[in-house]
């Protein structure tokens, strides 16, 4: 148990739904992120909310929709996905020191996305 | 981009026998960190390293960050069959945010009882 927790843990989509995953996480940080984790490549950073406000997007196709309302609460918004679009999708928080930070994240448990 | 090689990609090994696996970069970090994932769950952080030179364990786990910042290694002595999993090296600098890690494309570690 991380304190990130992550739902649904398994989706199948077709390319025309739109779905969202859910991130809560229980630890008081004030950052939370979205990386995507295909087989064979290495974690993919894809968004960054920091104090509830978006501070990156490692130029992600608009299909993906992050929404961050509180710092405890995270979604992705999935619409007119493609099947390389399939992968586990990974949330994860930690708590940002302005010039003391240490790269230490939290993971949840990831959902695995599968679109067809 | 900044980019990790890491390797072994796998390895399958005995109950009992010493692991090592390790990150090499073309450009240098200020900080080196290990993470594992179990099976079906998300990685956790095993060791950081912040400091060129240094040398840390953890339990049965040793990790160093290389003199010259640009790769670290993991060593796991006696391994046990919890230790089964994907081994992830990242790299960070300061100045970022926690979340711009670069990472290894993972070591996938197998342990026959």
């Known amino acids: 148990e991380t304190g990130v927790t992550q739902t649904p843990r398994h989706l199948v989509m077709g390319m025309t739904n739109k779905k969202s995953l859910k991130c809560e996480q229980h630890?008081?940080?004030?950052?939370m992120y979205w990386y995507k984790q295909s087989a064979k490549k290495p974690l993919e950073l894809m968004f960054v909310?920091?104090?509830?406000?978006?501070?990156e997007n490692n130029s992600v196709p608009s299909r993906f929709s992050p929404e961050c309302p509180n710092s405890s609460h995270l979604f992705l918004h999935l619409h007119t996905l493609q099947p390389e679009d399939s992968a586990l999708y990974l949330c994860?928080?930690?708590?940002?020191?302005?010039?003391?930070?240490?790269?230490?994240?939290?993971f949840g448990e990831g959902s695995r996305l599968t679109v067809l | 981009g900044q980019q990790l090689n890491q390797s072994p990609q796998s390895m399958f090994i005995q109950e009992g026998e010493d692991v090592s696996m390790n990150c090499t970069s073309s450009?240098?970090?200020?900080?080196w960190l290990w993470y594992k994932q179990d099976p079906g769950e998300g990685p956790v952080l095993l060791i950081a390293?912040?400091?060129?030179?240094e040398l840390t364990s953890n339990g049965r786990l040793t990790a160093q960050f290389g003199i010259t910042r640009k790769d670290s290694f993991l060593n796991i002595s006696a391994s046990i069959p919890s230790d089964v999993g994907i081994y992830f090296c990242?790299?960070?600098?300061?100045?970022?945010?926690?979340?711009?890690?670069?990472f290894g494309k993972g070591t996938k570690l197998s342990v026959k009882p």
């Open positions: 909310y920091s104090l509830e406000e978006r501070v």
């Open positions: 990242a790299g960070y600098n300061y100045g970022g945010s926690q979340g711009n890690l670069i």
């Open positions: 630890l008081g940080h004030n950052a």
């Open positions: 450009s240098i970090f200020n900080t």
């Open positions: 994860a928080s930690s708590q940002d020191r302005e010039g003391a930070n240490t790269g230490e994240l939290f």
């Open positions: 390293l912040y400091k060129a030179g």
